[in-house]
């Protein structure tokens, strides 16, 4: 059962059990969230993402987490992908609309955070952290967007600095949240603070490693951390919407009744549901796992057509209301949920981004064969098998074995940044001295991008 307060289910604890203590898994260190120092009250750490916005209600005396909650991001209503955000905002009163609905966001995740906690936390916090993309925070705090758009890509700022914030202008006169924000520092236009919180929680969650970090999503932010060389470089590739459900015929996002699993054997294709409800349509997770396995029994080719070859699973053949070749997974009342042609081609497209910024991104930092870790966080990459991302090629080959989920990363290193404020000197430095590398026009991304776009062999 969905918790009420809870208008976009995240996996949060609350819906299934309604405990208040939830646990942030990852880390090695038992006291990675105890509070430096420690004081009274209770914070607020915010991850304001292209698609979700994420809450986290923490104990500012002893680090505990008491609540959490996910909301939609109110822009969607708007635009997909920060792109087209940023082309509406451009529009006469867009980014004032823009700025509104994500502020409101903001404070529907707040709200529902304060309200689950209501028995232990006082109305309005002591403290917020807030993280995002570069251009989520350019239009949360009234930033002109437009710079970011075009050439040379130069930000008005890249925080790193307290601001003054409140949800609505209702709410200027103390309603929660309100006061001023800390908002972690940006690297450049297109890799945010975000980026920075989920690089300093992987610091302590695995210390003294080498890793790189895939925040996959609409706009996947790749980090390659050299420990040795205490060196960062970062890149954004534009996967676009699939990996978070758009774009895809039958395609939702990870809510009840989302196909997140889909697996083949012995001429069946099973399915596994969030929540375990009757399959409603396609998450970023389930197109993945139905590519991987697809892929395994022989159903659709590396170049990434489907094909009638394994004729035990010829009953799963289908026509899509376009006339695509399709793959029947499920059954929506009357309505059938398919994996079409263009599903598995919008698939290849958002891996071959991810596959090849990584690789471009390994090639800058002169590592041609990769020993660390491999982090892989966002909302998408909690959720999935590492071995369905190497069997598509989302993530390096040989390196499933290595590959470790940190959910929402960002919202840790908020939560870190937030409990021990020593630590906003290191992601300010982390910021400052990293390599960001651009690949728009890049001639090695792009030839490494088309390479890609044939599933790897098996």
């Not at 910024?357 to 491999?374: E, M």
Request: with cysteine.
């Amino acid at each position: 059962m969905k918790h009420p307060l809870c208008p976009v289910c995240t996996h949060c604890g609350l819906c299934e059990s309604g405990a208040r203590s939830i646990k942030i898994t990852g880390s090695t260190e038992p006291d990675a969230f105890q509070p430096e120092p420690p004081r009274s009250g209770y914070g607020l750490a915010i991850d304001v993402g292209t698609t979700t916005v994420h809450a986290v209600c923490c104990d500012l005396k002893n680090g505990a987490v008491v609540s959490q909650a996910g909301v939609l991001n109110e822009q969607t209503r708007y635009a997909a992908d920060v792109i087209a955000r940023m082309q509406y905002a451009s529009q006469p009163g867009g980014a004032e609309a823009l700025q509104q609905a994500v502020k409101q966001s903001i404070c529907t995740a707040a709200a529902a955070c304060l309200a689950a906690a209501a028995c232990l936390v006082p109305e309005t916090p002591e403290e917020i952290v807030i993280t995002g993309n570069t251009v989520m925070l350019h239009l949360l705090f009234g930033y002109d967007t437009a710079p970011l758009m075009q050439a040379p890509f130069c930000p008005q700022t890249l925080f790193g600095a307290e601001l003054p914030f409140a949800c609505t202008a209702e709410q200027e006169n103390g309603a929660p949240p309100a006061g001023r924000a800390y908002v972690p520092p940006c690297v450049s236009a297109f890799v945010g603070a975000d980026t920075v919180c989920a690089v300093l929680a992987a610091q302590q969650s695995i210390p003294d490693t080498d890793f790189v970090l895939l925040d996959i999503g609409t706009n996947c932010e790749i980090a390659c951390y050299d420990n040795s060389a205490q060196q960062l470089y970062c890149t954004a590739a534009a996967a676009g919407p699939a990996f978070e459900g758009g774009g895809i015929s039958c395609g939702m996002p990870a809510l009840p009744g989302a196909i997140a699993d889909v697996r083949c054997a012995d001429g069946a294709i099973t399915i596994s549901t969030i929540g375990g409800e009757n399959a409603r349509g396609i998450c970023g997770s389930g197109l993945l796992s139905a590519a991987a396995e697809f892929l395994n029994a022989g159903l659709i080719s590396p170049e990434g057509t489907i094909t009638k070859r394994n004729s035990a699973y010829a009953a799963y053949l289908r026509r899509s209301s376009t006339g695509e070749l399709a793959l029947l997974l499920a059954m929506n009342g009357a309505q059938p949920v398919l994996i079409t042609q263009s599903d598995i081609r919008n698939l290849q497209y958002a891996a071959a981004a991810v596959a090849a910024g990584t690789q471009t991104l390994l090639c800058s930092a002169h590592k041609s064969d990769w020993l660390g870790t491999v982090a892989v966080c966002g909302g998408f990459g909690a959720n999935i098998q590492a071995a369905d991302a190497q069997r598509v090629g989302l993530i390096p080959p040989h390196t499933a074995h290595i590959a470790r989920s940190f959910g929402n990363a960002a919202a840790r290193g908020a939560l870190l940044l937030l409990l021990k404020p020593s630590l906003r000197q290191t992601a300010a430095q982390l910021a400052q001295n990293a390599c960001a590398l651009q690949l728009a026009d890049n001639a090695f991304f792009q030839e490494s991008f088309i390479r890609h776009m044939r599933f790897p062999d098996q």
